[in-house]
Nanobody
Framework: QVQLVESGGGLVQPGGALRLSCAASGSIFRINAMAWYRQAPGKQRELVAHIGSGGSTIYADSVKGRFTISRDNAKNTVYLQMNSLKPEDTAVYYC???????????????WGQGTQVTVSS
């Protein structure tokens, strides 16, 4: 019913920057919270940043001051601006959204397919 498509991943040198995008489409009545998670090889998936419907944000301690989450409600899109990237930021980054769908008017959690971010010299 809802599709999330990420883009913007890639290979970047330490200290560099990337901007991830995640566009939601489908039977959307309203998008509540949106978030970015990441999963590095051999590690559990972890929350990177979260943005509420009103724009309030939460960040993992490891990315505070370097990453910025934002959203464009008109485009059903969430962004993650990543600056001062470090090798330990290397992971697959996943978009997540809590969406109220038009078919049932109930909320569900939806995930994107993930986009690889590699920070290496």
């Amino acid at each position: 019913q809802v599709q999330l498509v990420e883009s913007g991943g890639g290979l970047v040198q330490p200290g560099g920057a990337l901007r991830l995008s995640c566009a939601a489409s489908g039977s959307i009545f309203r998008i509540n919270a949106m978030a970015w998670y990441r999963q590095a090889p051999g590690k559990q998936r972890e929350l990177v940043a979260h943005i509420g419907s009103g724009g309030s944000t939460i960040y993992a301690d490891s990315v505070k001051g370097r990453f910025t989450i934002s959203r464009d409600n008109a485009k059903n899109t969430v962004y993650l601006q990543m600056n001062s990237l470090k090798p330990e930021d290397t992971a697959v980054y996943y978009c997540n959204a809590v969406v109220v769908v038009t078919t049932t008017m109930s909320a569900g959690y939806y995930w994107g397919q993930g986009t690889q971010v590699t920070v290496s010299s």
